[in-house]
Nanobody, 126 residues
């Protein structure tokens, strides 16, 4: 079955950086777009970034543009989220996600994604 496993979360000071990784197994990674979402306590799960299957197209939420970078390595079946200039409001659980079908192109809504990782906590605090 399809599995997504995130890693790389932790505690970081404002202005710091973290890189999240999401390893995918159980399917041909390069056939599907991938996304990162985050959910803060008491809030909805929101899209952070999305990357197309060949890495040629990306989408970023306005709140992270210029600070976060999504990338993928098809040889390693892994998608990354490089987070720079972190702010306290970036504190959340971060999830990677994949759609069910390769026909889904640059999905941005959570209901367009079918497979989810378990999440990794990112805390930005002095």
């Amino acid at each position: 079955q399809v599995q997504l496993v995130e890693s790389g979360g932790g505690l970081v000071q404002p202005g710091g950086s973290l890189r999240l990784s999401c390893a995918v197994s159980g399917r041909t990674f390069s056939n599907y777009d991938m996304g990162w979402f985050r959910q803060a306590p008491g809030k909805e799960r929101d899209v952070v970034a999305v990357i197309s299957r060949r890495g040629s197209s990306t989408y970023y939420a306005d709140s992270v543009k210029g600070r976060f970078t999504i990338s993928s390595d098809n040889a390693k079946n892994t998608v990354y989220l490089q987070m720079n200039s972190l702010k306290p409001e970036d504190t959340a659980i971060y999830f990677c996600a994949a759609p069910f079908s390769f026909a889904v192109v640059l999905p941005k809504r959570s209901d367009e994604f079918h497979y989810w990782g378990q999440g990794t906590q990112v805390t930005v605090s002095p």
